[in-house]
Every structure is written in C-alpha cells, then in structure tokens.
C-alpha cells in the first residue's frame, strides 16, 4: 500500500486542456467542480459494471467517481457490495440512464438528491456533489449543491473520503484530498474536518466510529474521542430507527467488545442504551478482615459477547449475549459471610426485553428467542449434578426448543475464568448436561413439544368452549409428559385426560 502524504497532497487546477483532448459528444462539468487525481495512486478497477458506468458518463457527458466504502475496502480486500457513484452534474438523471442500461428500476430521493439502481447482487447509489449541514436541533440535514472536493470533505472519515474516478482520460486514477490512504495504513479513524464539524453535521456519525473501530479493527483519533465525548448528547436527535441500525452492526462485526467499550468510553453509550452502561462499575465491601467484590460486569459482558462472536455470526444470538445480566445491577445485593448475589437476575432481564426492544425499535419476531436465552442461560449449571432428574432435562429441553444449541453456545461463552482447570471442568459439565438433554429429548420425542390431545378434541371430551380451562388441562397433560407420569404418545395422553379431567374443572371451578 502506498502512503507518502506529499503525493497525496491536495492541488487544484483547471483541467480545461485536458477536458478539450478528450471532449465528449455531450456537455462536461464545469471545470471548477472538478479535483486533479493523484497520479501516484491508481485502482485496477476490472468490474464490468464501472467499465460499463465510465462509459455511459462519457456519452453523457458527465464525470463521475467511485467514493467511500467501495475505495475503502479495495485497499483493505474486503468484499464489496455496495457501489457509491458521486456525480457531477445531475445525479437523478444520470441514475435514471444507469438504471435503463442495466435494465433496472430507480428509488429516488429527491431532497437528498440521491438515487438507488440494484444491479444483481450490487447495489449502487448515485449523488450529485453535495454539502450536508444538520441544524443544532434538527434530524434531517440541508442538502445543497457542492464541488467535488465539499462531497468528499463531508464524509464521515478520511478512510471513507477517497474517491478513484471512473473517468475516460484518468480512469482508476486516486483522490485522496484527507489522506485516507495513510490513514488506513495506520489503522486511525480520523474525520476529513474538525471533528466537532463532522459530528455536528451529522451526529450518527459518533456511532459510526465505534461500528468502523469494530469492523476493521481501527483506532479512533484523540481528537474524534475528545469531540464525542463533549458532543454525546447530541446523539439524542437522532432517529431511534438509525442508532439501533448502527447499534446492530456494532454486534454483527468481527469483535463488538472494540465498538462497545468505545459507545461507553465516550458517554454515548449512557445516551443510547443506558441498561448497558450501568453494568459498569465494581463494587468492594470489607468485612472485619475480609474483602468480596465482584467483577466489573460491563466488562465481563465484552468478554462473553466476543465469545459468542466467534463461534456464530447469529446477531440475536449476540443481542441475547448482551442481554444475559443486564438485571444484575437491579438485582444486586451482599450477603454477610457469602458475599454479593443476583438472585433472579435471569428471571428480571427477560422481562425486561419486550420494554427494551420497542423502545430501541427492534423487530420483536425476535424478542421470543432474546427473552429464552436471558431467562435460561443459568439453567444448564444447574443441571449437572448425576442425581437430576430426566424432569428437569425434559423442562429444559422443551424450554429451549430451537434454541438449545444458541443456549449451550451462551453458557460455554460465558466461561470468562482465567483458571484453565475450572474453565475445563465447566466447559466439560456443559457437554455432559447437552448431551444429556440430546439423548432425552430424542427418546421422549420433545421437538416442538406439545400436548399430544390438542385443544379441539379436549373441548369435545371435557364439554368446554374456548377458555381458559382448556389450557389449564392442555398444560395438565404437558407437565404429566415432562414429569414422566406418562409418556410422550397420544393414547397416553388422551387416557391421562380422561382418568383426571373432573378433577381439574372442579378445582379449575372453585378457584
């Protein structure tokens, strides 16, 4: 990778000759838009897609860049998905020319002045150069005609505000006017501007440093942590709709703890997910001449997330990892001669996610999962004793459903023990208690466990309409199952009801 800031240096000049050599058939940018390449640098640009682009803005007259990600991650040998085309000139028409040669549809957005063309698997998005100002308290910015070099000044980060023009005379050809390049050598996220400047354009983007420092493993700038840091409540204009997306992505990259301990290091974490931030903290109690205290939970939670990060890309899976003592604070309480205890933390953290997931937005067809994960995660320990019962194995089993394996990867991950011995020994117990609910599970037929006699045959028997005394007795004949009063097959099931359906309507009608 080449890096020598003196070849990178920004020098404008008018190009006009150059533009004259290889006039086009329609009209050109004016020139005072445009931003001399930087010869030392140039992209083996072989995607049939920008060749195609390059020639379509040469017949139409326009000049037209590669910009951000996509320049990014050519230096870094990421995949790259997402093709960003900045235009100079008019973008939406030109987006519409792209669409209709590639044989697609336009999404416009007329006052962002930006279009989306899928191509295939690509996606691409067209904007005209551009300046973007947030008002103090306002969600939305003002989007106003700019120069080449002002699109690229208001990106987030200097490694995500180069550009390689798709242009006939300069093809492939680097800007990097904020020294992107030497930046990603060095694995820094700093902004093209002040930082303040940035991050008040655009608040986001405090968060989108701490996603950035989490995907490709970089290091915030001192001066971007110090302006994040004065700056973190201004995150609260921001829709919840785009924190939560950025919240996410965090979780979803290689190692979200970097992402994280950034959220909290700045206080935005307090602002955005305040549950979270409270798990920071270690508290210490001395008692004659002993001490207890116990871990810094905030911390332990990085470790454990991490964890789970390497064995699944599951992103519920990861937000239930999260999750698995957010009640810890609440429930926190020191016992004398025993020290500190968090006595149904599991049981508080579950009930707390549904308030958790419609506050931050979340797709709540996921809550179910999150919520089994938090309120079993403790369950798997306390099963490895060689006297517990195939009832408790058959409760866990079913409890869990399809998510046993997740729920086996959350308790494995969250050995943190720095002793290789225990941390054997635990993780050993896990496979044991696992295998045990696997063998259990397949004897007693638990997948998709439910009552054999459905709720249809148990009101024609028991002479009931739709009530709640249907359930009562559909539980009666699962707990029978799972006790191993009787086994797991219908004329068990339907014999079990029979023998003891009086029984249960009088005592469901007397309470």
């Known amino acids: 990778m080449i890096s020598i800031r003196a070849a990178q240096s920004a020098t404008r000049i008018i190009i006009f000759l150059q533009l004259w050599q290889s006039r086009t058939p329609g009209s050109i940018a004016p020139y005072s838009s445009l931003i001399r390449p930087h010869n030392s640098v140039k992209l083996t640009l072989t995607e049939t897609i920008l060749n195609e682009l390059s020639l379509l803005a040469f017949d139409r007259g326009v000049r037209i860049y590669v910009v951000g990600g996509y320049v990014r991650d050519y230096f870094l040998q990421r995949p790259r998905y997402d093709i960003d085309i900045t235009v100079v000139g008019d973008a939406l028409s030109f987006a519409r020319d792209a669409a209709e040669h590639f044989r697609s549809t336009t999404v416009v957005f007329e006052r ?193 997330v991490d964890n789970v990060a390497a064995m699944s890309s599951d992103l519920w899976l990861r937000f239930a990892t999260l999750m698995h003592d957010i009640a810890k604070p609440k429930t926190k309480k020191f016992v004398e001669g025993v020290g500190w205890t968090f006595h149904g933390h599991e049981e508080f953290g579950a009930r707390w996610q549904q308030r958790i997931f419609r506050r931050m937005k979340l797709p709540l067809e996921f809550l179910p999962k999150v919520e089994t994960l938090v309120r079993l995660h403790q369950r798997p320990m306390m099963l490895v004793d060689e006297g517990v019962t195939d009832s408790a194995i058959r409760r866990l089993a079913v409890h869990a459903g399809d998510w046993l394996e997740e729920l086996f990867m959350l308790c494995k991950a969250d050995v943190t023990t720095a002793n290789e011995s225990r941390q054997r020994r635990y993780l050993n117990n896990y496979e044991i208690v696992y295998q045990k609910i696997v063998d259990v599970r397949e004897r007693d037929k638990l997948a998709a466990f439910q009552s054999p006699v459905r709720g249809e045959e148990i009101m024609a028997l028991c002479n009931l309409q739709p009530s709640r005394a249907v359930g009562i007795v559909k539980t009666a004949i699962e707990e029978a199952i799972l006790d191993g009063i009787i086994p797991n097959d219908y004329d068990a099931a339907r014999a079990y009801l029979l023998e003891h359906k009086d029984a249960w309507l009088s005592a469901q009608a007397s309470s």
């Open 112 to 304: 962002f002045r930006t279009a989306m063309v899928p191509v295939g698997d690509l996606q691409l998005e067209f904007v005209g150069t551009r300046k973007e100002e947030y008002h103090k308290n306002s969600r939305k910015p003002v989007v106003s005609e700019g120069t080449l070099y002002d699109d690229l000044a208001r990106r987030d980060f200097s490694v995500n505000a180069m550009a390689a023009s798709l242009n006939r005379d300069d093809f492939g050809e680097l800007i990097d006017e904020f020294h992107g390049l030497e930046d990603m050598q060095q694995r820094i996220l700093r902004t093209p501007l002040d930082p303040v400047v940035t991050f008040s354009d655009d608040p986001l983007r405090m968060m989108r440093a701490a996603r950035f420092a989490a995907q490709l493993q970089f290091h915030v700038d001192d001066k971007a942590m110090d302006a994040m840091k004065t700056m973190a409540e201004r995150i609260s204009i921001i829709s919840q709709e785009r924190i939560s997306s950025e919240f996410l992505k965090i979780l979803e990259s290689v190692r979200p703890s970097v992402g994280l301990q950034v959220l909290r290091d700045t206080g935005l974490l307090a602002h955005i997910f305040p549950e979270v931030d409270r798990l920071a903290g270690v508290e210490l109690v001395r008692q004659g001449s002993r001490e207890y205290h116990h871990k810094d939970v905030f911390n332990h939670t990085l470790q454990v």
